[in-house]
């Protein structure tokens, strides 16, 4: 399977902190979450979604002109670092598979137009590789001129190149690591840093384990 696109954290923000929402009140894209399973169904059962294959059928006739064919996007509980992912899956004498993943833990919480931020994210790297026939095209020119024109189209919500919900991250994170030299912390969700082999990626320094509970 290729992965397009992540919406990664905006590692210039991991210092930061930014308040997270909940979306208030009744709205025709919000659905019920249902107990067990994937897709749009909630691991705490009484959550409300938002109804991810109603938002982009609006956001494709909206700011698309409804040339991305069609998607049912869904949730995803394994995206714990990555707010959401176009991709695609190309085999030998077989049609090409595709899909759009939103993060349950990271957008599940958040206001209603960061998950659109989000779907239109992954919507652009949908266009550019189904539309543009560009399956390989990052974050290149077709990716951010698309952006630039959907920011200018609405003023619901702003698509970026990387996420900021540094809090949802965090609270996903399982083990830390923090340079000795330069005080960098790596968070992750796995036990995927291996002091003895790795160096900080700022300044080489030495990583050192830290036990979440005696934070």
Known sequence: MRQVDRLQLDRASVGGRRPSGRNS?????????????????????DRLLPD?????G?????????EIPAIEPTWSRRLTRTAGVFWWKQRRDAPLEYG????????GDRPLSDVKA????????????LHLEDLNHGHGVFFRTKMDQLNRQTSDFRVTRYHTFTDEVRRQAKYRWDCVD??????????????????????????????????
């Open 58 to 66: 609006q956001l494709n006739e909206q700011l698309f002109d409804r």
């Open 118 to 129: 989000t779907l239109a994210h992954e919507m652009i790297h949908a266009w550019v590789s």
């Open 100 to 107: 759009i993943r939103l993060s349950l833990p990271l957008l």
């Open 182 to 215: 330069c005080g960098t912390v790596y968070r992750r969700q796995r036990n995927s840093i291996n002091p003895k082999r790795h160096r900080c990626g700022r300044c080489r320094g030495k990583l050192l384990s830290v036990p979440l509970e005696v934070l």
């Open 25 to 45: 009140g009744a709205h025709p894209v919000i659905a019920k979450a249902r107990q067990g399973g994937s897709g749009e169904r909630s691991c705490k059962g």
């Open 52 to 56: 991810l294959t109603l938002l982009f």
